[in-house]
C-alpha cells in the first residue's frame, strides 16, 4: 500500500515497510491554527486503534490525536520539542508525530484513501 489513508479526525498513517508514519493532516493544522506544544508518547508503548495518543496544542484550543491503527510506538518527532510549528508548516512531512510498528494491517482497510477523504472534506464544508 502507498500514499496516505486518512481519518474522519483528520489524522493521517504512512506506511514503510511494517511502520505507520502518523501526523495530523493539513486541514487538521489550519483548524487549529497556530501550534504551541505537541506531547507525544514515549517509545515502546502499545495503543489500541480509537486510543488517545497524544495532544497538540494551538493559540486556540487543545486536541486530542486518537490512535488511528492499533500498534507500538516506534519512535516521536523528538524535533516536535523545540519546534512545534513544524507540524502548521509541513503537517505530511517533517511535522509528522510518531511511527506505529502496525499490530493488524487489516485496520488500515478502515481508513480512507485520499480520494475519499476529498470528498469527506467537501461534504463537511
Known sequence: MS?????????FVRVEDDVAIVGITDFAQSQLG???FV????????????????T???VKA?????A?????????????????DLVNK?????????????????ELEDLMDEDAYRAFLESEG
Not at 39 to 54: C, F, I, N, T
Open 3 to 11: 500514499g496516505e489513508r486518512y481519518t474522519k479526525d483528520h489524522d
Open 34 to 36: 497556530d501550534i504551541v
Open 39 to 54: 506531547e507525544l508518547p514515549s517509545p515502546g508503548k502499545r495503543v489500541a486503534k480509537g486510543e488517545q495518543l497524544a
Open 56 to 58: 497538540i496544542e494551538s
Open 62 to 66: 487543545a486536541s486530542e490525536i486518537y
Open 68 to 84: 488511528p491503527i492499533s500498534g507500538e510506538v516506534v519512535a516521536v518527532n523528538e524535533r516536535l520539542e523545540s519546534s512545534p
Open 90 to 106: 509541513e503537517p505530511l512531512g517533517e511535522g509528522w508525530l510518531l511511527t506505529l510498528r502496525i499490530d493488524d494491517a487489516a
